[in-house]
């Protein structure tokens, strides 16, 4: 178990790898970026473009500007340390950022100005303070300098890892845990994440360097007269004023997901019904919002009865788990009228997530595959999880898919396979 512990902390900053080549399964797929076979590649035009990177360990957080011109992403070079590179919309040689030291788990994202706007890391030495992590930005031009814009106190403390390659696939996709760090300009000010859960959303006005709470979370302090809880995988909508996050409310039995709406403009959270926990969310340009849910339906460990397989997996994975089994939807919720339809549903371990094409008439979803054929090379003793030190065979087994939905009804059509981190190209 040491074995898998310390591979999942690799992970957690690797890109998606995977065998299987790009599988067109319609005539105009959606122009994008995305991770693909240890790969930035570019798709949209006549031909997929690879982006020459230098030597790397993975990817992490594509950004486009807001013309689409030019994307920004992580970089993680061989010793593992995050950097900040800028190519172009063809995929032209990328540059690196000179952005110092980055604050781990928060995004690129990009100012009115175009300016690339990131966290950088604070300092851990002088433990008389709380600590505190930099709101920055740089021009995405070479010997450009960083510029700080302000500080905020970050609460840190989060960890743990899994043994399971579909969670790892999620986390890449969706934030560890399935909670990413938000950090994103707005009218309003800076919005972002203040502990390391993803939560603590709060405002930074670059103006007078106020940093607003939106929520009152408390899961790095949790008390006994209240629930320990998390406000985080927040995405704003259309009108540049309207916050959808997911309230976590924890408990013995885990968390407990439900749906909050935050007004920028005045603070007020209001909280919304939804048919089923809601998981990742996305929105719509008429206001409507999607969410996916996922669900455990089974234990895959339970389908093994072959005692000489069984044990093949208790002494390849240290001991014996539950490995479930999910299945997931995509609802279409009308925040006005409360009206909530499924529109998607399938068996799968999780949907990775979620973007509305810019004519929206679709929605395009990554989903993560269940662990059925992963569990199953272990047990004939086909896969040593031991020696697989990159996770990648593992990954091959779990494959992220990309699929795109036709907003006005049709079935969901299969994008490509192992298409990780895509962002839709503005």
């Not at 993680?76 to 340390?81: A, E, P, V």
């Not at 106020?210 to 809880?229: A, I, R, S």
């Not at 395009?364 to 059925?372: L, R, W, Y």
Request: proline share 6%; net charge negative.
């Amino acid at each position: 178990m040491k074995r898998i512990s310390y591979l999942v902390v690799l992970l957690l900053v690797s890109s998606i790898f995977g065998m299987s080549l790009l599988v067109q399964a319609q005539d105009n797929p959606p122009a994008l970026a995305a991770v693909q076979n240890d790969n930035l590649v570019i798709l949209g035009g006549s031909a997929p473009i690879t982006v020459n990177n230098a030597p790397n360990k993975g990817f992490l957080s594509l950004a486009w500007n807001p013309g689409g011109t030019k994307l920004a992403y992580i970089i993680y070079d061989d010793q593992f340390q995050a950097h900040i590179a800028v190519t172009d919309a063809n995929g032209s040689a990328p540059i690196m950022l000179d952005a110092g030291k980055l604050e781990s788990g928060f995004p690129v994202s990009w100012t009115p100005d175009g300016q690339v706007l990131f966290v950088g890391s604070g300092d851990f030495s002088d433990t008389s303070k709380p600590y505190s992590a930099d709101l920055k930005r740089i021009a995405p031009e070479s010997g450009a300098a960083a510029e700080t814009i302000g500080t905020f106190e970050m609460g840190v403390g989060c960890g743990g890892g899994s043994p399971y390659p579909a969670d790892w696939s999620y986390w890449a996709e969706a934030g560890f845990g399935g909670t990413a760090l938000v950090l994103q300009w707005t009218d309003y000010g800076i919005l972002h994440s203040s502990n390391c859960s993803g939560g603590g959303l709060k405002v930074y006005a670059p103006q007078g360097g106020e940093d607003t709470p939106l929520v009152d979370d408390n899961f790095l302090q949790p008390t006994p007269d209240k629930p320990q809880q998390n406000v985080a995988r927040a995405v704003l909508a259309g009108d540049g004023k309207t916050l959808a996050a997911v309230r976590s409310t924890y408990n013995d039995a885990g968390p407990i997901n439900s749906l909050v709406l935050i007004d920028l403009s005045t603070r007020i959270l209001t909280d919304v019904t939804t048919a089923a926990p809601p998981d990742q969310l996305a929105w719509l340009a008429d206001g409507s919002l999607f969410y996916s849910t996922r669900t455990t339906t089974g234990d895959l460990m339970a389908a093994i009865t072959d005692a000489a397989q069984k044990q093949n997996i208790v002494t390849i994975l240290g001991g014996e788990f539950d490995v479930p089994h999910n299945a997931v939807s995509i609802h279409h919720l009308n925040v006005s009228t409360s009206d909530d339809r499924v529109i998607y549903e399938g068996e799968a371990y999780a949907i990775g997530r979620m973007s509305v094409t810019v004519d929206g008439q679709a929605l395009v979803f990554s989903q993560i595959s269940n662990m059925d054929a992963w569990l199953a090379a272990i047990a004939n003793g086909s896969l040593n999880t031991q020696t697989d030190s990159d996770g990648s065979a593992q990954r091959a087994l779990v494959p992220v898919s990309l699929y795109r939905l036709p907003l006005g009804g049709g079935e969901a059509l299969k994008v490509g396979e192992q298409l990780a981190q895509f962002r839709l190209k503005p």
